[in-house]
């Protein structure tokens, strides 16, 4: 894949240039990171949205059938732990629990010690489907990369773990 040799202005530059026009006493340098982060996030979510959706699930469906994968044999966790591992609420999970359950990929399975504890556990079938999306889901992921190197990956994954930080920080101290 070649390389443009020159960046083309973006929208987000311009509209830096409309603010520095219409507000020049305004410091507008936080939209140089945090407007391309968000247009960024809106593409990359628009494109995993779609391969998801594509295979017949929601993303929240995704998120659940890869933190079953992820748990290991017998790859089942709790609603709780599943809402831990994951971007969305336990009454959130609840909901893609029954929705995966009644397309065979999941089933829920009662504590033998403690009948209250309910699993949910990968059937063969959501485990054959989680990992042949999974694996697809990782070369999109890589195809939108391929216009950095490498070594600019890591980079960027260091400063972005480094900008989750200070946004937590930023809430922790009342920021807001």
């Not at 140089?32 to 959706?53: C, G, I, N, P, W």
């Not at 403690?114 to 990968?122: H, I, K, N, Q």
């Not at 773990?161 to 946004?167: F, G, V, Y």
Request: aromatic fraction near 4%.
């Amino acid at each position: 894949m070649a390389r443009k040799t020159a960046a083309q202005p973006d929208a987000v530059a311009s509209i830096i240039e409309d603010w520095r026009r219409e507000r020049p006493e305004l410091d507008t340098s936080p939209l140089e990171v945090l407007a391309r982060l968000h247009r960024t996030f809106l593409r990359y979510s628009a494109r995993l949205t779609a391969s998801v959706e594509a295979h017949g699930l929601s993303v929240a469906g995704f998120d659940v059938l890869t933190a079953l994968r992820r748990a290991g044999s017998p790859f089942r966790r709790t609603a709780g732990q599943l809402a831990d591992s994951g971007l969305i609420s336990s009454a959130g999970v609840t909901l893609r629990i029954d929705r995966l359950e009644k397309d065979g990929l999941i089933v829920r399975e009662r504590d033998a010690e403690d009948r209250r504890v309910v699993r949910s556990r990968l059937t063969e079938e959501g485990r054959a489907k989680i990992d042949a999306l999974f694996a697809e889901h990782l070369e999109n992921e890589r195809r939108m990369l391929a216009g950095l190197s490498p070594a600019e990956c890591r980079q960027l994954a260091r400063l972005l773990s480094k900008l989750e930080r200070s946004i937590t920080e930023a809430e922790a101290g009342g920021d807001g």
